[in-house]
């Protein structure tokens, strides 16, 4: 499950799993660490791998915390917002992938997932004409991103997912074939076969080099907003989305969650709790 922790419990809870990968002892065949990055716990638990590659794919994914975090007043993502309005802005070939990634799953899932939510995050479904994922201007060839003056890019549904994919192509680089790493309740497995529970599926989902992601309103209730009418998304249960990509499935199962109900566009599995697993449409995995 996606989760964050209050900050009476932070301290505790990293200290508690911090002794148990300790307690594994230094000749213990797992690289198994938990650091705190991206306001949410991080565990890599990668069998055999060097301890070098576990540091590295954690340093990757607090690069790109100061890339897309909006909690920075210095990322790149914040400095872009503040060019809203401005013309287009030149900016780096990381975060130019990150926001064209964004505006593709936008398109996918029809609008359900919008990066372009922010102004609805900060002042309410008045903001509304401030969101369209459609209105933002990327040109390729010179690199820049246009936002229209009052627009903002939120990150908040892809982020960690987009974190995750880049934090697995370092650990595979490095010659791992077999993590796992879970991203404050985000799960992306790299090789073997681990075994996820997730809401909706009596049984442990066994997933292999792909992404579990899920979306609901227990932790905080009404943080989902709906890029249609920008109204909080109040609804029982949660909504699912395993796929290959990271991502995808980080953006997917904030659409999953929004409509209530799986899309033909999707192309993965998807479950919805309370209810049976939803039909895989044609072309997605079994």
């Known amino acids: 499950m996606k ?4 900050k009476k ?4 809870v990293l200290i508690a799993l911090s002794l148990a990968a300790n307690a594994l002892g ?4 797992h690289a198994q660490r938990v650091r705190w990055t991206m306001g949410t716990l991080c565990e890599i638990d990668a069998p055999g791998a060097p301890d070098a590659a576990v540091s590295a794919a954690f340093a990757e994914i607090e690069r790109w915390d100061r890339i897309l975090s909006l909690y920075k007043k210095e990322s790149e993502a914040s400095a872009l917002n503040r060019a809203a309005g401005t013309g287009p802005a030149k900016v780096s070939a990381d975060l130019y992938a990150a926001v064209e990634a964004s505006l593709r799953l936008a398109r996918e899932t029809g609008g359900a997932f919008d990066p372009t939510i922010l102004p609805v995050l900060r002042g309410g479904p008045a903001q509304l004409p401030l969101v369209g994922w459609s209105k933002v201007r990327l040109d390729p060839a010179a690199r820049t991103i ?3 003056a009052g627009m903002g890019l939120d990150f908040g549904g892809i982020g960690k997912g987009w974190a995750l994919d880049k934090a697995a192509a370092v650990l ?10 879970n991203f404050g309740g985000q799960i992306l ?7 996820v529970t997730v809401p909706g599926r009596a049984e442990p ?8 992601s899920v979306s609901g309103d227990t932790e905080h209730p009404g943080h989902i907003k709906s890029p249609f009418d920008g109204l909080a998304v109040r609804r029982p249960g949660a909504a699912v989305a395993v796929l290959g990509s990271a991502a995808e499935a980080d953006a997917w199962s904030t659409a999953l969650y929004v409509l209530g109900k799986t899309p033909p566009s999707f192309r993965g599995r998807s479950f919805f709790d309370p209810g049976t697993p939803a039909t ?7």
């Open 3 to 6: 989760f964050n922790l209050n």
């Open 9 to 12: 419990s932070r301290s505790a």
């Open 26 to 29: 230094a000749d213990h065949p």
């Open 146 to 148: 246009e936002l229209p």
């Open 172 to 181: 595979r680089e490095a010659g791992v074939s077999r993590a796992m790493i």
């Open 189 to 195: 497995a790299i090789g073997g076969e681990w075994p």
């Open 205 to 212: 989902l066994i997933v292999k080099d792909a992404s579990v």
């Open 280 to 286: 895989t449409h044609k072309g997605g995995r079994s």
